[in-house]
């Protein structure tokens, strides 16, 4: 609503006056508090793919933990507000099984099945042993057609399928397998993590932001907040509870600068 109101009065984009007048973190938590998720997230991938530096991590943290609904979604505010397609910022600045492996993500083929077909899953394991530990090498198109098209339902099966037959869950297979390849490990991770536990993987986020200094510990935690508090960010900080035996309002609230108040804020309107 104030963001149209402002339009109104002012003939004027207000999230463009932001960037305008404000800078660092306090500018991105401001800017993530007058967006919707799906708006916020397209600016991110946005920012990172114009920026320099890390931007492998926001890609990874974005497209590698959002449904395949939310997915559609974002891509679709990404070609609207900055006339490109998400598609192609991936293929302009990424290479490899990396490339090959956001791009499929980006098909947004994932299962939504909530009943996993128990035969299947079990043989889904295998596979994922036989293209990687038994085998000299990896098989990646194997590792991504799995990974990117299980439900979350269908993934804690396979995992479990998966220790069974080796003794270790899916992330220790990727340890193994995917050194070779650290952006590719880590987007391999984030998917296990945020299919099997999504609450787990964003109240460790917080918290190891919350607990680290530094520009991209800052901007982690506002991302992970910003991102999730219209989402699921009351069930993040139940989590969060019960995993730190910390509240997460102030644990963010020992920090006196003024983008964490900003954040509290979200914090208080999502409880």
Known sequence: ???????HIYNENIIQMFQKELNGDFKDAVIGSFMKPAEYDAYCLYEAFKGHGSKELILIEIIGSRTSKELQVIKKIYATNYGETIKNA????????????????????????SQPDTNSCANDAAYLFQAGE???????ETFTRIFTTCSPTEFNLINYFYRQQTGKGLLGAIDSEFDFSPDTKELLGTIVRTQVDLYGYYSKRIHDSIISSGTNNNSKLIRCICSRYLVDLSHIIKVYLREYQHDMLQDIQNDSSNYRKILCHLILNAI
């Open 1 to 7: 609503y104030l963001r149209t109101l402002y339009r």
């Open 134 to 140: 038994q085998k000299r090498g990896t098989d990646e």
């Open 90 to 113: 991936v293929m302009s600045c990424t290479s490899g099984h990396f490339q090959k492996l956001l791009l499929a993500l980006l098909q947004y083929q994932r299962s939504n099945s």
